[in-house]
Nanobody
Framework: EVQLVESGGGMVHPGGSLTLSCQAS????????MSWYRQAPGKERELVAQ????????NYVESVKGRFTISRDNTKKVVALQMDNVKPEDTAVYYC?????????WGQGTQVTVSS
């Protein structure tokens, strides 16, 4: 089955860290760029980070630069998002998406809540 499954969400204190993972299956993972998006309550889904098919190129939204790191393991078919120094405004449902843009496959999402 072609799918993306996110994990690793939860509650974290401001300034803390969390690592999200996205397990891919059913397609040639190493042929696709991958992306992380997030959607906060009452807001539109927004891009957080992107990574090229070979991991050589990455891109981040300005608000997470220097705090979040996207990475991938093509052998394990996993794309990860390391979140450091999190802020309350990072609270959202985080989604993994297939492709650098024009996402054609989404995961189910994982909730991240940043609160003291």
């Amino acid at each position: 089955e072609v799918q993306l499954v996110e994990s690793g969400g939860g509650m974290v204190h401001p300034g803390g860290s969390l690592t999200l993972s996205c397990q891919a299956s059913g397609f040639s993972f190493n042929r696709y760029g991958m992306s992380w998006y997030r959607q906060a309550p009452g807001k539109e889904r927004e891009l957080v980070a992107q990574i090229s098919h070979d991991g050589r190129e990455v891109n981040y939204v300005e608000s997470v630069k220097g705090r979040f790191t996207i990475s991938r393991d093509n052998t394990k078919k996993v794309v990860a998002l390391q979140m450091d120094n999190v802020k309350p405004e990072d609270t959202a449902v985080y989604y993994c998406g297939r492709k650098w843009n024009a996402i054609d496959l989404w995961g189910q999402g994982t909730q991240v809540t940043v609160s003291s």
